[in-house]
């Protein structure tokens, strides 16, 4: 049912759309000008600070950064990185989650207190490094989907949806003689399908940007996803070593838009996904499914 | 409603066996969070040594609370305390109602098109990295013809340096977190919002309410858990200030107020490699964390609401 | 759909340890060669930055091969990206796993981590066996040079050499004949030329917007990389750490520090230098620079021929030129010199086994530092990167030849800290001519050799209590009695120990 259905105000439907509008702006403004920048020439955007359409325009950015064969490559990598990442997380976080959801779980409440501590306590970069190691997990792209396998965040929010589902829904199944199993397959899942679709849109998103575990964990560069790029480039066109300028050529230090070329390459990918995961959101879930 | 079974062990082990698909279940959980949470976890140990990393952590030197002692009898300590917190509280104040009121602003919309178009405009800022947003506050607020300068100049004849100004850190520095983060996190909310059952606004509708009651009596009452719990969760991380985004800002002429734990942490501990004494900090700033989120979980859970536990 | 879920994630399953391929921890292979056996190629391993855009290519790469087949080794290198490269290293040195041959950069040699590492054994002891490699012991003619890499006196490594005047004034040549003046020589001289270049309109646009320097501040109390050394050190102070009655001071004690400060804060006042220096990040230290706005800065001569491809779209005009060092008030040249090295090769102890294996590593950088090898890396291969024109190797692919040295030959080989080919710029060339002429004036941090546990542990974090200071009192914040009280909370937080610390060392292991 529609909201406009609800009441008859439209003096705030008004107000809130103008207002919606307004809030959209403010986020949208520094992009858009990110994005221009990205194509306009270095001397230009020297000169004028802000620019709203480039008097020439440049790919130069782009190409630079598609300059290498192991880049575009990368975006391969990062991709299947995310993709396979986000089963495994939604799976086992899914998993966890629909138990500890059960409120006569015998042992409930110690195992969501250990989980809840992990939030707070860790051990470090350099323990889990050796831990991962030891499981010879090094060099595999497991190091990056393990280790990361469940957020407890993600978990216990998870746990606080399956939750608010109406018993009587549950009970159905189990008097038509179906097990735990069945409940999660056929009746959690499909009605908690907003927040599955939000927890899979956050663990994606933390792959898509993850970095660092890609270069602690994986020595070969041709699996390095591409934010390990993306970072080294934006710290060569900011000057960032010193050293460096003293053995390249001039060509081949990237200038200053090759920084907003970044920007946009990192983030247009992850955007795209927004709106097919959209109509996961819509309400009206829940009807027609308490019905007598 | 389901209902305790008997108290008795012959209880507990009926149960189990009922819930037995369930502890099947989960395993990979569990085996997840022992291996790569709390094994780990053993290394809070070198917190408690002289670690070095030749020698290995059973060689490194026991030395008790040393690293301790050095970061509470550190004249800074009681100023980076009272930094970190006052940036928390302003993040707790001014931030955290935002996301669910837009969330709710945003429910009330109607129009598929111009629904997706806003929401996808408002979660862009959370994927423009620190250091682009740093660069543009920066571009905007330079002394020397930053637009926002020249725009205060016009309208008061001052010069002013907002960024090498100690009191507009602080309200800086959550202004940008609103901008980043107040998109990306509505969609928290608006999951939660998308399972309420819309017969219940169908049946209010007929009894005449109006958008405001249906708010206050159903909406509300309906993501209140999720309320509670984001806020429970969020004292988890109270004192952890987004480092990324204060190294960026900090700058000598306002190093007063925006030298936090975090900062601190990473000039002289990991910058040089000691270990032991980052862990230390680190193990401090847990023990806190801890306190935080038992004492708010307590505290929701006496007001009837459903703790984290 | 939700089956279709679950018997995906039961694929991916399988398909994922397909990629699990190479999940062996390969750290450090053993050495593929028996010991005294020569004939089958020695296989070492290393870890390296790479500073360009890729991975330097190690694999049909001929400059490799031709060194490979010189030195009869096998190299096998694993690469970080240079933006992640102090992380990596130290969770690699943390969990003992570090390969035969490591590059230490410069920024991390004498911290916490490689200093407790080397104290405990972990490296082989390069400089006991320097004078068995003739080659090696005859490249570093430069005692400053081993003297900065030393720990405790000790070598454990092999330096990689820079150029040790690296800083110096940049001025915009044009600006300067434009307005008929000469180049300065003073700091006086240097005051007025900025006067010049800011209010006298140098391009000649009818508008006032020039800057006459363009001032950058650091965020270490290393005052190097902005000016402020390189101009106490012309009125003949120290260069950061010095030696007064025997003991080590900090040049912000001294009266120079503060003359050099007062004259910024002249120049702050009279709207000479930049208003935000207090805040320029990164590269926009360059900024109104690159702009076409201001007419000199003080920096590392290093991004001179690199750092101004900008400025020359924006103003295509525009001429760059180097000032040789000042003149002081007694009438002596002096110029601050950097550490004069970017970090070591260092072997660790726990890969390279045996001392025959030490022996193999260093018997091939003996033969790199052999001219041929030298050559090779600069120009590379005859009819594959240059041809010989007139006597004179001429380059003709470029590309190929940055592609298959630029990144591994610069970090991993020996190379002297100036090289120079035919086919540099004017502008690299004036860059190069001062460098050798600023090695004659040099005043050496006298830290740069000595080591103090208290600096390592809270040096960077203290000395922020100076960088602010000094930022305030140049923009008429503080005055000098409330400088002397910052740098009187800097003794009192650990500067008195790290004083002590160093004049122990120098003592000890001081360059005399």
Same mark, same amino acid.
């Given at each position: 049912m529609?909201?406009?259905?609800?009441?008859?105000?439209?003096?705030?439907?008004?107000?809130?759309?103008? %207002?919606? %509008?307004?809030?959209?702006?403010?986020?949208?403004?520094?992009?858009?000008?990110?994005?221009?920048?990205?194509?306009?020439?270095?001397?230009?955007?020297?000169?004028?600070?802000?620019?709203?359409?480039?008097?020439?325009?440049?790919?130069?950015?782009?190409q630079y950064i598609f300059s290498t064969k192991i880049i575009p490559q990368s975006l391969g990598v990062s991709v299947f990185i995310t993709v396979f990442g986000t089963l495994i997380n939604i799976s086992m976080t899914a998993l966890m989650a629909y138990p500890l959801s059960r409120k006569n779980l015998r042992g409930r409440r110690p195992l969501l207190l250990m989980v809840v501590f992990t939030m707070l306590f860790n051990g470090g970069?350099?323990?889990?490094?050796?831990?991962?190691?030891?499981?010879?997990?090094?060099?595999?792209?497991?190091?990056?989907?393990?280790?990361?396998?469940?957020?407890? %965040?993600?978990?216990?929010?998870?746990?606080?949806? %399956?939750?608010?589902?109406?018993?009587?829904?549950?009970?159905?199944?189990?008097?038509?003689?179906?097990?735990?199993?069945?409940?999660?397959?056929?009746?959690?899942?499909?009605?908690?399908?907003?927040?599955?679709?939000?927890?899979?849109?956050?663990?994606?998103?933390?792959?898509?940007n993850s970095f660092f575990n890609a270069i602690l964990y994986i020595k070969d560069a041709d699996k390095w996803p591409i934010q390990v790029w993306l970072r080294q480039i934006v710290l060569l066109s900011s000057g960032g070593f010193s050293d460096a300028s003293a053995m390249s050529e001039v060509e081949y230090i990237p200038s200053v838009t090759t920084q907003y070329a970044v920007i946009i390459f990192a983030t247009v990918p992850v955007l795209m996904i927004y709106p097919f995961v959209q109509k996961y959101f819509a309400k009206g879930v829940l009807v027609g499914s308490v019905k007598g | 409603m389901s209902k305790p079974f008997g108290k008795t062990s012959t209880g507990i082990l009926r149960d189990m066996k009922r819930d037995r698909l369930l502890y099947i279940m989960l395993i990979p959980g569990v085996?997840?969070?022992?291996?790569?949470?709390?094994?780990?976890?053993?290394?809070?140990?070198?917190?408690?040594?002289?670690?070095?990393?030749?020698?290995?952590?059973?060689?490194?030197?026991?030395?008790?609370?040393?690293?301790?002692?050095?970061?509470?009898?550190?004249?800074?300590?009681?100023?980076?305390?009272?930094?970190?917190?006052?940036?928390?509280?302003?993040?707790?104040?001014?931030?955290?109602?935002?996301?669910?009121?837009?969330?709710?602003?945003?429910?009330?919309?109607?129009?598929?098109f111009f629904k997706r178009f806003i929401q996808t405009a408002l979660y862009i800022p959370h994927f423009i990295s620190w250091i682009v947003v740093v660069g543009i506050s920066y571009t905007m607020l330079s002394p020397q013809n930053g637009i926002i300068t020249e725009i205060i100049k016009a309208a008061t004849g001052d010069t002013v340096n907002l960024l090498g100004n100690s009191n507009w850190f602080r309200p800086l520095?959550?202004?940008?977190?609103?901008?980043?983060?107040?998109?990306?996190?509505?969609?928290?909310?608006?999951?939660?919002?998308?399972?309420?059952?819309?017969?219940?606004?169908?049946?209010?509708?007929?009894?005449?309410?109006?958008?405001?009651?249906?708010?206050?009596? /159903?909406?509300?009452?309906?993501?209140?858990?999720? /309320?509670?719990?984001?806020?429970?969760?969020?004292?988890?991380?109270?004192?952890?200030?987004?480092?990324?985004?204060?190294?960026?800002?900090q700058n000598p002429l306002n190093r007063n107020v925006s030298e936090v734990f975090d900062t601190y942490v990473y000039t002289s501990g990991l910058l040089n490699g000691q270990f032991s004494f980052s862990a230390a900090v680190g193990f401090f700033k847990s023990l806190i964390s801890l306190i935080l989120i038992l004492s708010v979980n307590r505290a929701a859970k006496k007001m009837g609401e459903e703790g984290l536990y | 759909m @939700?089956?279709?879920?679950?018997?995906?994630?039961? &694929?991916?399953?399988?398909?994922?340890? &397909?990629?699990?391929?190479?999940?062996?921890?390969?750290?450090?292979?053993?050495?593929? #060669?028996?010991?005294?056996?020569?004939?089958?190629?020695?296989?070492?391993?290393?870890?390296?930055?790479?500073?360009?855009?890729?991975p330097p290519k190690m694999e049909n790469n001929s400059v490799i091969k031709k =060194?490979?087949?010189?030195?009869? !080794?096998?190299?096998?290198?694993?690469? &970080?990206?240079?933006?992640?490269?102090?992380?990596?290293?130290?969770?690699?040195?943390?969990?003992?796993?570090?390969?035969?041959?490591?590059?230490?950069?410069?920024?991390?040699?004498?911290?916490?981590?490689?200093?407790?590492?080397?104290?405990?054994?972990?490296?082989?002891?390069?400089? #006991?066996?320097?004078?068995?490699?003739?080659?090696?012991?005859?490249?570093?003619?430069?005692? =400053?040079?081993? #003297?900065?890499?030393?720990?405790?006196? @000790?070598?454990?490594?092999?330096?990689?050499?820079?150029?040790v005047g690296r800083v110096g004034l940049v001025y915009r040549a044009d600006w300067l004949k434009a307005l008929n003046l000469k180049v300065p020589t003073t700091m006086q001289e240097f005051y007025e030329t900025a006067k010049a270049f800011a209010l006298n309109d140098p391009d000649k646009n009818g508008k006032n917007d020039t800057v006459g320097y363009q001032f950058?501040?650091?965020?270490?109390?290393?005052?190097?990389?902005?000016?402020?050394?390189? *101009?106490?050190?012309? *009125?003949?102070? =120290?260069?950061?750490?010095?030696?007064?009655?025997?003991?080590?001071?900090?040049?912000?004690? !001294? #009266?120079?520090?503060?003359d050099v400060l007062s004259l910024f804060r002249k120049m702050y006042q009279e709207k000479l230098l930049n208003m935000d220096f207090g805040l320029a990040l990164g590269n926009k230290r360059y900024e109104m620079f690159n702009k076409g706005l201001a007419g000199m800065y003080f920096g590392t001569l290093s991004d001179v021929p690199n750092q101004h491809g900008?400025?020359?779209?924006?103003?295509? !005009?525009?001429?760059?030129?180097?000032?040789?060092?000042f003149t002081g008030p007694k009438g002596q040249r002096t110029n601050a010199a950097n550490p004069g090295h970017n970090g070591m090769l260092m072997f660790s102890k726990t890969a390279v086994k045996t001392e025959a294996d030490f022996k193999k590593i260093m018997d091939f950088y003996n033969k790199i530092v052999d001219p041929e090898m030298q050559k090779l890396m600069t120009y590379g291969i005859e009819g594959t990167h240059f041809a010989v024109e007139n006597g004179k190797p001429k380059l003709i692919n470029a590309k190929l030849l940055q592609d298959e040295t630029a990144d591994f030959s610069n970090i991993l080989m020996l190379r002297p800290a100036v090289v120079e080919t035919v086919a540099d710029s004017p502008i690299k060339k004036a860059m190069n001519a001062a460098f050798r002429d600023n090695e004659k004036y040099i005043v050496p941090n006298i830290a740069d050799a000595l080591l103090s546990p208290t600096a390592a542990e809270r040096g960077g974090e203290i000395d922020k209590i100076i960088v602010d200071a000094r930022v305030k009192f140049i923009m008429g914040e503080l005055d000098e009695a409330g400088f002397k009280k910052a740098v009187a909370e800097w003794v009192t937080r650990g500067g008195d120990k790290i004083m002590a610390e160093y004049t122990e060392q120098n003592q000890k292991y001081g360059v005399k």
């Open positions: 529609s909201a406009s259905k609800r009441s008859q105000s439209t003096g705030f439907e008004i107000f809130n759309r103008i %207002f919606l %509008f307004m809030a959209a702006a403010a986020c949208l403004l520094p992009f858009i000008y990110v994005a221009i920048a990205s194509i306009t020439t270095p001397e230009e955007l020297l000169v004028k600070k802000v620019v709203l359409i480039p008097s020439q325009v440049s790919f130069a950015a782009y970069m350099i323990p889990t490094y050796l831990v991962v190691s030891s499981l010879h997990l090094l060099n595999s792209f497991w190091a990056l989907w393990l280790p990361t396998a469940i957020s407890a %965040f993600n978990l216990i929010l998870m746990r606080n949806f %399956f939750q608010e589902i109406p018993n009587e829904l549950i009970e159905a199944v189990k008097i038509d003689g179906g097990n735990d199993w069945q409940i999660l397959i056929n009746v959690i899942l499909p009605l908690s399908l907003p927040a599955i679709a939000a927890f899979s849109l956050f663990y994606a998103v933390g792959h898509w | 085996l997840y969070f022992l291996i790569f949470k709390y094994l780990p976890m053993l290394g809070i140990v070198i917190s408690f040594m002289d670690y070095m990393p030749f020698l290995g952590i059973l060689n490194s030197k026991w030395v008790g609370i040393k690293h301790f002692v050095r970061f509470f009898t550190e004249p800074m300590f009681f100023r980076l305390f009272a930094n970190t917190l006052i940036l928390a509280f302003y993040n707790l104040v001014f931030f955290f109602p935002l996301p669910i009121i837009l969330a709710l602003l945003l429910n009330e919309l109607s129009g598929k520095i959550t202004l940008q977190v609103i901008w980043k983060e107040t998109g990306w996190g509505t969609i928290i909310f608006l999951a939660a919002l998308a399972g309420v059952n819309v017969e219940l606004y169908e049946a209010a509708v007929i009894d005449g309410a109006n958008r405001w009651q249906q708010l206050v009596n /159903i909406t509300l009452p309906a993501i209140k858990p999720t /309320i509670i719990v984001m806020l429970i969760l969020r004292m988890g991380s109270f004192l952890d200030s987004g480092f990324e985004q204060v190294f960026l800002m | @939700k089956r279709s879920i679950v018997a995906f994630v039961v &694929v991916l399953a399988v398909a994922g340890s &397909v990629f699990a391929a190479g999940s062996k921890d390969g750290s450090s292979p053993a050495a593929s #060669a028996k010991d005294g056996n020569t004939e089958k190629p020695f296989a070492f391993t290393g870890f390296s930055p790479f500073y360009l855009q890729q =060194i490979e087949e010189y030195t009869n !080794t096998k190299m096998r290198i694993d690469y &970080v990206p240079y933006a992640n490269y102090r992380d990596k290293l130290n969770v690699v040195i943390a969990s003992a796993q570090l390969p035969m041959v490591t590059v230490v950069d410069g920024s991390i040699l004498k911290t916490g981590n490689i200093v407790n590492a080397a104290r405990s054994g972990m490296f082989w002891d390069v400089g #006991a066996v320097l004078k068995n490699y003739p080659g090696i012991d005859g490249f570093y003619n430069n005692g =400053i040079l081993l #003297a900065n890499c030393s720990i405790d006196g @000790k070598l454990y490594g092999l330096p990689r050499p820079r150029p950058a501040d650091t965020d270490s109390a290393s005052p190097s990389w902005n000016g402020i050394a390189t *101009l106490i050190c012309s *009125l003949g102070g =120290i260069n950061y750490w010095g030696i007064k009655d025997g003991k080590a001071v900090p040049d912000f004690m !001294t #009266a120079e520090y503060l900008d400025l020359y779209k924006v103003v295509p !005009t525009a001429e760059l030129a180097i000032a040789p060092a």
